[in-house]
């Protein structure tokens, strides 16, 4: 493993060619890929103690119970359900050839591609780093990691864990900052996959593109809920608080903005500060509610709401907090925003943050038109009883992912592919779908000693002559 505090781009060339020195050497076979992952498991549990440590502090706060559910729950479920399949996902996979090919067969090979790149970010740097690593390493990929400078702690305790686990040329990892992240997305890797903002994303691609390196690109957008009439506002705004304030809204699926029956607005408005209240209470003395990441990001959010008072919509601030203590921690209270129109901040920009823009609407039609006005979203929330009104929006929008009548689910569900689409992302991964991202599917074709193509070749007359042209009836 590296050992400097910032990799040098000298350091990054060297380690990538290690890296795949070593692949082209021996590349992994089941046993090393399950044994590699069953060590991983065990070291980050034996890990969480300290991970909650490194999470704690870059952070300034948070949950602990988040940091478990999030980052050790999601991992090493994603390891044991890869442990549980991956023999039948290796196994090669007989395909019809079809009788105009008789006597050969055809199979599906999937291979691993070689050496893999993983761009990490901060927001949930232990689950967004280990997730990719691990299907990485069950397709039989080595990897190179370069996780956020945002959360130098994590970064340096997960390089740590990680050297524990892996020799240093089948894994490792780079630190740093911006400069270090545009070197690592221009080395010549077989796979690149980069989580985060969709303005970074493009610079990733673009880096990626003299190699024609594949990418993957989670990014994220604006994603929304949308609350069919008559849906009980007590149930959605319970969930939607779950899908808002995890992480303090520092969630790439997490819901960006509401939107609601206008008989229904104010109800929910009022749910939702109910929950708020009932979940964190005393904000300065909650250990359920976590802090901003750093302060540029508290900045940003500032920004919004100052803008959003300066035009003169209607805020909700349910819980206070001393401005002081608010500045000092990177405490940024949960805020609602009401109504704010189409050319606000809050409404063209991801909020990645606390505060929850209500919009209301008035027909089915309109909310769907105002989510379809924007970038394709990361994640989709829908709400209804009525299958139809639940179709209808399904079939008339188009998300990356999507849970019904509750939030952030589907990205735990390890047979969905987590992805998303246009502006907020390219390709998928988790469970199969990941193994399948970092694996080339080779199609085989096996010729026997006699074959009926041995015919098939110049004169073409006679015999032959009648034979293709029947063929290509």
């Known amino acids: 493993m590296d050992t400097a ?67 050790a729950m999601v991992v090493q479920a994603e390891i044991d359900h890869v442990l549980r399949h991956l023999r039948r996902w290796m196994r090669r996979e007989r395909v019809a050839a079809g009788w105009r090919f008789w006597p050969g067969r055809a199979e599906l090979r999937r291979e691993p591609v070689g050496v893999v790149g993983i761009l990490s970010p901060w927001n949930y740097p ?45 894994v490792a990892v780079a630190l740093g900052g911006g400069e270090v992240a545009a070197a690592f997305s221009s080395l010549p890797f077989d796979h690149l996959l980069f989580t985060g903002s969709t303005a970074v994303g493009r610079k990733v691609m673009a880096a990626a593109a003299p190699h024609l390196t594949p990418v993957t690109l989670e990014l994220g957008g604006k994603s929304p809920a949308l609350v069919c009439e008559g849906f009980p506002v007590d149930l959605a705004a319970a969930r939607i608080a779950t899908g808002k304030w995890f992480n303090a809204g520092q969630t790439c699926i997490g819901v960006d903005y509401v939107l ?21 209470g005393d904000l300065a003395t909650s250990p359920d509610y976590t802090r901003i990441i750093n302060d540029g990001q508290l900045q940003r959010l500032r920004g919004y709401l100052d803008d959003a008072h300066a035009r003169g919509l209607r805020v909700v601030e349910p819980l206070g907090v001393d401005p002081d203590l608010a500045t000092r921690e990177r405490l940024m209270p949960p805020a609602l925003v009401i109504d704010p129109p189409a050319d606000a901040p809050l409404m ?9 823009p209500v919009l209301a609407y008035d027909t089915l039609d309109e909310a769907i038109d105002r989510i379809n006005a924007l970038d394709r979203p990361l994640a989709l929330y829908p709400f209804g009883f009525e299958t139809d009104a639940i179709e209808r929006i399904l079939a008339s929008t188009l998300a990356g992912g999507v849970t019904v009548n509750d939030t952030l689910i589907h990205f735990g569900v390890h047979g969905l592919p987590f ?55």
């Open 419 to 473: 992805g998303g689409i246009g502006a907020s992302g390219i390709g998928a991964i988790h469970g199969r779908h990941g193994f399948d991202t970092f694996s080339k599917q080779v199609p085989v074709f096996h010729q026997r000693r006699r074959a009926a193509s041995d015919l098939l070749k110049p004169p073409y007359r006679g015999l032959v002559d009648r034979v293709i042209r029947w063929l290509a009836k």
């Open 260 to 280: 609601v029956h206008r008989s229904q607005r104010d109800a929910l408005v009022a749910a939702l500060e109910g929950e708020l209240r009932a979940r964190y």
């Open 348 to 356: 063209r920009e991801e909020i990645f943050g606390p505060i929850l």
């Open 5 to 71: 505090a910032d990799t040098t781009p000298d350091q990054l060339t060297a380690t990538h060619r290690r890296l795949r020195a070593a692949w082209q050497a021996r590349k992994p076979d089941e046993a090393q890929r399950r044994g590699d992952l069953e060590r991983l498991r065990r070291a980050l549990r034996e890990q969480l103690p300290a991970m909650h440590v490194a999470i704690e502090a870059d952070f300034g706060h948070r949950s602990e119970h988040e940091n478990l559910i999030s980052e």
């Open 126 to 170: 232990v689950n967004l780093a280990l997730m990719p690593l691990v299907s990485a390493i069950a397709a039989g990929n080595h990897v190179y990691l370069k996780p956020s400078e945002h959360s130098p702690r994590t970064s340096a305790w997960m390089r740590q864990l990680l050297a524990d686990v892996f020799p240093a040329d089948r």
